[in-house]
């Protein structure tokens, strides 16, 4: 198993929520995927992420590190659909023009205008 947003996602979520249980209720997921997936990352990591008791779970020193770096990792993944989003709905792009100068200066403010309008 390699990183993945998913595991990266739930590892944030039981962080958050303290217990794996609740996390897995707010992933709609079940709670013993959700211990796999931990467990698969610790595993990957070589390294323990979390503490766990009978009161719920706290992160280590390790864990507290990969909670700012899970964080930022999504926030990116969730920026470049976004921006990809843009893509798809024709209002980010290039558009080349070949006109005149007087053709530029005369009819590109208005159509642009009506375009940016849509």
């Known amino acids: 198993m390699k990183l993945d947003p ?3 996602r739930l590892f ?3 962080v958050e929520e303290r217990t794996i249980a609740a996390a897995a209720e707010r992933e709609h997921i079940a709670a013993s995927a959700v211990s796999r997936r931990i467990s698969e990352l610790e595993t990957v990591l070589k390294t323990e992420l979390l ?6 779970i706290r992160p280590t020193a390790a ?3 990969l909670l700012s ?3 930022g990792v999504l926030h990116d993944l969730d920026e470049i659909q976004a921006q990809m989003r843009g893509y798809s709905s024709g209002t980010r792009g290039h558009v080349r023009v070949f006109a005149t100068i007087s053709a530029i200066t005369r009819f590109l403010p208005e159509q642009l205008s009506a375009f ?3």
Do not use: I, P
Not at 51 to 56: E, I
């Open 51 to 56: 503490d766990r008791s009978n009161k719920g």
């Open 116 to 118: 940016l309008e849509l």
């Open 6 to 8: 998913t595991s990266l």
């Open 69 to 71: 770096l899970a964080r």
């Open 63 to 65: 864990g507290v590190a």
């Open 12 to 14: 944030v979520s039981v």
